[in-house]
């Protein structure tokens, strides 16, 4: 038999390769038509691409057709038809990334790869470059991802020492950590392990602080920990006595490890501490930054494992929970959250009464989902969250469950947060064994799922929000689910002492600034206020010209409006959209319509196609934008195009067409002088 | 019954139907693209979209299901304005030459195409029939014509020009033999012109090859036309420049009801490829699909027969056939269907 051949970056298989593929994902999968998107995910895992012909084996194999399977194929981004390098590297297209200069990092790695203009793949088949939404890293902008490795804060410089330093990544084997417990423990060091922390050293933080500790058999425990949030200080390292008393270094490089380590517990043990003094201003600054958070939500970040149920819960976790479990009337689990005044922040609803309303529905099956799979640009607190808080989220879940007498809960992934899906699923998988998820949890006769689905990432809105494979469902964010549990901390089973949470907000504050981040802060703290806590130096606050506020569909306020509180209603009243909670800080020397190309791009990239409006629209946007860009924009276009955004917000039917020129409006209003000089003399 | 006021005349009807087929109903004029009858609506086009007067939002009439109370109006400033809107976005992504060159440059505006059409399947009777209503009793004016008609032509640009003037030349000496009528199905003069786009563009070497296509059975090319065969042999060499549904086309019709112009700018993901089905007796010019998405609501591939899909997201959404599987193997009963329903000449018969 004549075997075609296809060479894709070395992995090398013929059409029985294909066929084999095929028939054991659809063995492993079914035959279902629900089930083209695992299949798919497969076939492009195992092959690198999806080959025409894998397509039509499908199509022959199941019950999805030729057509659905190209529609489907074709329309999610992440799917590719053609082979790619053996390792692909994504650019970030994110706010953030895109200010700091994404767009010179990816010339840079074109011209050390010698990729040509209209290709991505480097001449040697080894590197593909392709671009995602975001990577949910912003703190670390520029960044790139090459296989499961991040890499940020890049210059254009960077870009030989990350390739070759990929290259030998992968050949290396990371040392093993040994997890051989001690009896006599004196303490913990604690070191954070997301993926921006990752991406900054902190595993070769850790593994040299490891090596240290048993060459030296300190008696100490290693433990990382999920994020704290400061993103602009980390690495950190915490040494925690068993009394409590924290001795705080920031900035940790691996070098630095030997001489902290010293000064903790070697030969130079409570001599000066040179590391801290050096140091100890901006570790000061980390304890400013946050004691003046209201962290509630948020509280353990930092300090408890986020790959430990033991440790959760004997730190109090699951108190609420197993308390609860008990209730006999569980509908005073619902007053007590609509008491309590937690809200759904992307919609500002009331939980308690999003759940009563889910309740007393009473068409079909209903399913809770914990929904992150908008990589909309600066939703990296999702992504964050769910890697730091995987056992409060789910906490959040049972009790929701309880509430609602649901048994099936969903969390639906991004693909493009690769660690937060295993933390997550790590998760699960611990609440099973302990008997916390399952059938009939602690003999109370509530029987409680969690499923984990691969989601396709990329950034839809709309019509999906409340249906999900025929169910009525309730999508909330993880930050939401992560409040629950606090409502009922400290309560007893009396229904009428739920306390009055302060609502806070979770705020990613990235773009110029000095000190990026995740903040919890109250409901109603102004941007100003924000800025100046947590901002940071120099790089922002003088030359401070505007946010940009709520994502791909939010809006620019220029530094005059800085006294708006942050608040749901208050935005929504000014016709603003808070969106994700994300502020990205624009400098004087930032252009306004380069950032505002920005999100028309994005707008552009993203819409469905399937109304005019928005598909059309979206690209005459741009189109328009890119002109005023080159300076070479006729008046009655400008003119077009304002009016065209009011053509987009009132006849788009659904979210993303109807947000899609936010930005552009509020560029327009505030910014107009810097359009202007665009049109032609 | 529910009530709801259109242009502020109050309906009163049975709950659940669209706006659109109330106002229908009612004698009030909505255009439409995407809406066919027995057709799942999917609101597409948008341009039979009318103002919610309570929010001040545009809907779709097709989709929107009349509620109680609601106030509708279908024909304000505001309306009219965003229906502008959207056919100037949907003729972005289109290419519009609805008229071929030879006619458009010919200073009598006669339908050249149609008469090549005819001549190459042999229809004698209807072409001498065409020629006799558009000249009229008058004589012919062709020879004294410059032959702009052959100066434009795009076959020129290949080989030579398609011996028009003397195809006609042969068909009038012919006329004294017969007793033909005027055809009156066909357009006289330069009332055509009266509608939207009639233009020449030049074309890209690549778009002179696809065009070509549409004269794969023919090789032999006679300047001096002595016979009804020659005629035919030299009309088959006609790239059908102009549209196919020239004179029934739903976005040809609007645009000059709305007197919206052709943008000189195009977006410029107009493909140049023209697919021909001639087992089905189909033809599908992409550059010409508004994606209003009819022909795959229309009819799936559950049957286990080819049918058309939705390939890619955005600005790059088209309509195609499925991925590894060939446009040739559309089957003629869905070709039907398909040439039926399309409102523009995206999917036509070939003949």
């Known amino acids: ?681 | 019954m529910i009530k709801i006021k259109i242009n502020n005349r109050t309906f009163e009807v049975e709950p659940g139907r669209t706006i659109l087929s109330i106002a229908e109903d009612g004698g009030i004029k909505i255009p439409t693209l995407c809406h066919y009858p027995g057709i799942e609506e999917d609101a597409s086009c948008l341009i039979c979209s009318v103002r919610n007067k309570r929010d001040g939002t545009f809907t779709p009439a097709c989709a929107t299901i009349a509620e109680d109370g609601m106030e509708i109006d279908t024909k304000s400033k505001e309306v009219i304005e965003y229906r502008k809107r959207i056919i100037r976005l949907i003729l972005m992504e289109h290419r519009a030459e609805c008229e071929a060159p030879c006619r458009v440059s010919c200073p009598f505006g006669h339908d050249i195409p149609l008469l090549n059409r005819y001549l190459s399947e042999g229809k004698i009777k209807e072409a001498l029939s065409l020629l006799v209503s558009e000249t009229g009793d008058k004589p012919l004016h062709c020879p004294e014509c410059e032959a702009f008609c052959e100066t434009n032509c795009r076959r020129g640009s290949i080989d030579s020009p398609i011996s028009i003037r003397n195809i006609r030349m042969f068909l009038s000496s012919r006329l004294e033999e017969t007793s033909i009528k005027p055809d009156d199905q066909s357009r006289p003069d330069n009332e055509y012109k009266k509608l939207f786009s009639s233009k020449i563009t030049a074309l890209t070497a690549a778009e002179l090859s696809e065009w070509l296509k549409e004269c794969e059975d023919t090789t032999e090319r006679y300047r001096e036309i002595g016979d009804y065969l020659t005629a035919g042999y030299e009309a088959k060499n006609c790239m059908h420049c102009d549209c196919r549904a020239a004179n029934d086309c739903g976005l040809r019709e609007i645009a000059a009801q709305l007197g919206v112009t052709d943008p000189p700018e195009k977006f410029d993901s107009l493909p140049i490829e023209k697919k021909i089905n001639r087992n089905a007796n189909l033809v599908f010019e992409r550059a010409k699909c508004i994606k209003c998405g009819l022909c795959v609501r229309a009819c799936n591939d559950l049957d286990g027969r080819v049918a058309l899909t939705y390939l890619n997201r955005g600005l790059d959404l088209i309509v195609s056939e499925p991925i590894g599987v060939d446009f040739r193997y559309i089957h003629s009963e869905k070709a039907d269907i398909y040439s039926n329903i399309c409102p523009t000449g995206a999917l036509r018969k070939i003949k």
Request: hydrophobic fraction near 35%; glycine fraction near 10%; charge should be negative.
């Open chain 1, 1 to 681: 038999m004549t075997q075609k051949m296809e060479s894709s970056g070395g992995i090398v298989h013929g059409n029985d390769k294909v066929i084999e593929v095929v028939n054991e994902l659809v063995e492993f999968y079914g035959t279902a038509s629900d089930k083209v998107v695992q299949i798919l995910t497969g076939i492009q895992n195992r092959l690198n691409y999806l080959p025409d012909e894998a397509l039509i084996e499908v199509a022959r194999l199941t019950d999805i057709t030729p057509g659905q399977i190209s529609e489907i194929s074709t329309f999610y981004p992440q799917f590719r038809h053609k082979p790619t390098g053996r390792h692909i590297i994504q650019f970030c297209a994110g706010t953030t990334c895109f200010l700091k200069g994404s767009r010179e990092i990816k010339e840079a790695f074109r011209d050390y790869l010698k990729i040509e203009e209209s290709k991505s793949c480097s001449p040697d088949n080894l590197f593909s470059i392709e671009d995602v939404e975001c990577l949910g890293v912003c703190a670390i902008a520029p960044a790139v991802r090459i296989g499961n490795e991040i890499y940020g804060n890049l210059s254009t410089a960077d870009v030989g020492r990350v390739v070759e330093g990929f290259l030998e990544s992968i050949e290396k084997k990371p040392r093993p950590v040994n997890k051989s417990a001690l009896d006599n423990i004196t303490g913990e060091i604690r070191v954070g392990i997301g993926s921006c922390c990752v991406a900054k050293g902190s595993k070769e933080v850790l593994t040299e602080i490891v090596a240290y500790k048993e060459s030296k058999n300190i008696p100490v425990l290693v433990k990382p920990v999920g994020c704290t949030g400061a993103c602009g200080y980390t690495p950190i390292m915490d040494i925690v006595s068993n009394e409590g008393d924290r001795k705080r270094y920031v900035a940790v490089t691996p070098q630095d490890v030997e001489s902290i380590m010293e000064e903790n517990f070697g030969d130079k043990k409570n001599m000066v501490n040179t590391v801290d003094d050096a140091r100890g201003i901006i570790s000061k600054k980390l304890d400013d930054y946050l004691a003046k958070q209201t962290r509630i939500t948020t509280d353990t970040g930092g300090i408890l494992s986020p790959v430990s149920l033991n440790e959760y819960i004997s730190k109090g976790g699951l108190e609420p929970f197993k308390r609860l479990v008990n209730e006999k009337n569980r509908s005073l689990i619902i007053d007590r959250l609509t008491l309590s005044g937690l809200k759904e922040k992307s919609s500002s609803k009331l939980v308690g009464e999003e759940i009563w309303s889910l309740k007393t529905d009473e068409n079909g099956s209903h399913a809770i989902i914990c929904y992150s799979e908008e990589n909309d640009t600066g939703s990296f607190k999702d992504r964050m969250m769910l890697e730091t808080f995987p056992f409060k989220i789910i906490e959040g879940m049972l009790i929701m469950g309880l509430a609602a007498d649901i048994g099936r809960a969903i969390f639906h992934i991004s693909d493009m947060y690769p660690l937060a899906k295993r933390r997550i699923k790590n998760a699960i998988s611990q609440y099973i064994k302990a008997g916390y998820l399952g059938y009939n949890i602690l003999d109370s006769g509530f029987s409680f799922e969690i499923i984990v689905i691969e989601g396709p990432g990329d950034f839809m809105c709309g019509e999906r929000e409340s249906e999900f494979a025929g169910m009525r469902v309730l999508m909330l964010s993880p930050e939401t689910f992560c409040g629950v549990p606090s409502v009922f901390e400290n309560g007893n089973s009396d229904g009428n002492n739920a306390r009055k949470t302060p609502n806070t907000l979770i705020v990613g504050l990235t773009g110029r600034v000095d000190t990026p981040g995740v903040v919890e802060v109250a409901e109603g703290t102004s941007i100003g206020v924000i800025i100046d806590r947590f901002g940071g130096g120099t790089e922002s606050k003088e030359n401070i010209k505007a946010v940009h506020i709520g994502g791909l569909a939010g809006c620019f306020i220029p530094k005059e409006l800085f006294d708006m509180p942050l608040d749901y209603d208050i935005f929504r009243n000014n016709s603003l959209f808070l969106g994700p909670g994300n502020i990205e800080m624009i400098n004087e020397a930032d252009s306004i319509v380069d950032l505002t190309l920005h999100f028309a791009d994005f707008a552009r990239r993203q819409s469905c196609g399937k109304c005019a409006i928005c598909r059309a629209g979206t690209k005459r946007m741009y189109d328009i934008i890119t002109k005023i860009r080159e300076k070479n924009c006729a008046k009655e276009e400008l003119a077009e195009l304002e009016l065209l955004c009011v053509h987009l917000k009132k006849g788009s039917l659904c979210g993303l067409g109807k947000n899609a020129p936010n930005a552009v409006v509020s560029a327009l209003k505030y910014f107009k002088k810097e359009f202007e000089d665009g049109l032609l003399a």
